[in-house]
């Protein structure tokens, strides 16, 4: 059996987080890959019949929303994200690790507490009975799924930044 070479995300949310992060994303791009193959048929039909798929582009915002938050958690445990350190370049490598660590488990908090509120969305979505407008298709779905993703994000800030500090040696 040949050996993987270690990940970023497996080095900084864990292996487990790491292989859950890759599934996601992977499910992500294949969502992507739908939205593309969508819209291509869309237009093509427009350019042939005069008339697209009806309801194209409310699919594919809500496509686009899951595949999104499918992508968070990779991006975030392989340091895909956009740090901004104006103001501890001068510090101490440890200073910043630590730094970084804190504000990484707080991410992973605030992610948590939006999960928390999109979860009472998508249920109040449902008691409100909202749908699309071409399609009766319900929208809380969507937004339930997108919780589910916030959640898993905000637990892989917070082991990126529990692992952080518990790490003894710099990155």
Known sequence: MALQAEQPEDRLAGPRIGL??????LTGGAIL?????????????RIVTG???????????????????????????????????????RLPERARHIIDSVWDALFGFVALVLSW??????????ASGT??????????????????????LGGTATAVGLRGLRARHVR
């Open 131 to 152: 749908t699309l407008q071409v399609y009766p298709l319900p929208t809380w779905w969507a937004v339930a799924i997108c919780a589910v993703l916030m959640a898993l």
């Open 51 to 89: 008339s697209g798929i009806d309801g194209d582009f409310e699919i594919v915002q809500l496509a686009a929303a899951i595949a999104a938050f499918c992508l968070f958690p990779l991006c975030f445990a392989a340091r895909g994200n956009i740090i901004v350190d104006t103001f501890t370049t």
């Open 117 to 126: 509120r999109m979860v009472v969305g998508a249920i109040e979505q449902r």
């Open 20 to 25: 859950i992060a890759r599934g996601l994303a």
């Open 33 to 45: 890959i739908a939205i593309a193959a969508l819209v291509t048929v869309s237009v093509l039909c």
